[in-house]
C-alpha cells in the first residue's frame, strides 16, 4: 500500500509540474542590455559593438539605411524567408517596418545572453507567444541571432526562424440578398 501511495504521490508531483514546468525565459533592456555587447579582447569588442548596432539600430529601430555599416555587401542569410545580400535584406525589413526614433539603449528586446568566439557573435533573446493550449495565456522561450563578423561587419547570419506559412486566401464574400427575401441552401 506505501509503494502504491508513494507511486500516486509521485505521479501528482509530475503531473502538477507539467502544468508548471517552465520558468519564464528573463532578459534585460536599458544600460544592463547595452553592458552585455563588451568585451575585454579588442576583436571581439568590435564584433559584439556591431552585433549591438544590428540589434538596436536595425532590428528595434528599423533604421535600414545604417544596414551598410554593420552588414557585408554579400551578407548571407540562413533564414528561409529572408534572400542573402544587403540589398535584398534591406528591401525585406523596409517593406514592413518603419523607422522609428533611434535609441540611446535597447528599449524592446530583451538580450538574454551575449557570446563571442573567433569571428562569431550570438544573442539570445526572451520571446513571448501565445499558449497553443490557451489563447488567454503567453509564455516565454529563447530565440537566437549569430553572425560571423568580417572585418567588423556582419558577414553572415543564422537564425531558428522557420519557413512562414503562405497567407491564408481572402475569404470569399456572399452578396446579401436584397432585404425582404428568403435564401435557403439544401
Request: with cysteine; net charge negative.
Amino acid at each position: 500500500m506505501k509503494t502504491l501511495l508513494c507511486s500516486l504521490a509521485i505521479a501528482v508531483v509530475f503531473a502538477c509540474s507539467a502544468a508548471f514546468a517552465q520558468e519564464p525565459v528573463v532578459g534585460v533592456t536599458g544600460a544592463e542590455a547595452d553592458a552585455l555587447f563588451t568585451d575585454k579582447n579588442p576583436t571581439l569588442n568590435t564584433n559584439k559593438q556591431a552585433a549591438y548596432h544590428i540589434m538596436k539600430d536595425l532590428l528595434e529601430d528599423n533604421h535600414w539605411d545604417l544596414a551598410g555599416q554593420w552588414l557585408t555587401q554579400a551578407y548571407h542569410q540562413h533564414n528561409p524567408n529572408v534572400v542573402s545580400g544587403l540589398d535584398p535584406v534591406v528591401k525585406f525589413f523596409t517593406g514592413f517596418r518603419k523607422p522609428t526614433p533611434i535609441t540611446e539603449h535597447i528599449e524592446k528586446t530583451h538580450i538574454v545572453a551575449v557570446v563571442a568566439e573567433g569571428d562569431k557573435v550570438i544573442v539570445v533573446i526572451s520571446r513571448e507567444y501565445k499558449d497553443p493550449r490557451d489563447p488567454s495565456k503567453t509564455y516565454t522561450t529563447s530565440w537566437f541571432d549569430m553572425w560571423r563578423f568580417v572585418n567588423g561587419k556582419a558577414d553572415e547570419h543564422w537564425d531558428a526562424a522557420t519557413i512562414n506559412p503562405p497567407a491564408p486566401p481572402p475569404a470569399a464574400t456572399t452578396p446579401n440578398p436584397p432585404s425582404g427575401v428568403n435564401v435557403t441552401t439544401h
